[in-house]
């Protein structure tokens, strides 16, 4: 393609109309749902560790693997969000496993779900926290 004048005006037409039409959706509030999220991040843990035994080596690979395509899969729905990912995998070994989210936000617009996964030989607990865009 040659870039001549007429042509990069053209382009900047098109840019600042793909802008203007993508802008109203920012200004619509949209409430964040849990349900959503967490059928997508069930999904990921499933992908990545539903058929495998508890190996110490694989968790630190595991963890980040799930946090990544739970982000990845929350950004494809499209929603205005900043998300916020963290996971925890554990071995099954009778210890006791707590832990406790807070957050002080806009609470008609952001929120956040906690996924709890097993299977015979570990625990996956990923906590997702959704903060809503605003323009």
Known sequence: MILTTETLESNKRFERSCYLNLLPLFF???AF??????????ECIEG???GVDY???KVNQWTATIVEHS???LVKQGKPFKYIVNCAVMQK???GLHTANSCYWDTT???SCTVRWENRT???VVSVFAVAITL
């Open 48 to 50: 990545v560790i539903g």
């Open 93 to 95: 070994s009778g210890a």
């Open 109 to 111: 617009t952001d929120g």
């Open 33 to 42: 749902n849990p349900d959503e999220a967490s059928n997508a991040v069930k």
């Open 71 to 73: 982000l990845t899969q």
């Open 122 to 124: 570990m625990y996956c």
């Open 28 to 30: 619509i509030q949209v």
């Open 55 to 57: 190996s110490q080596n």
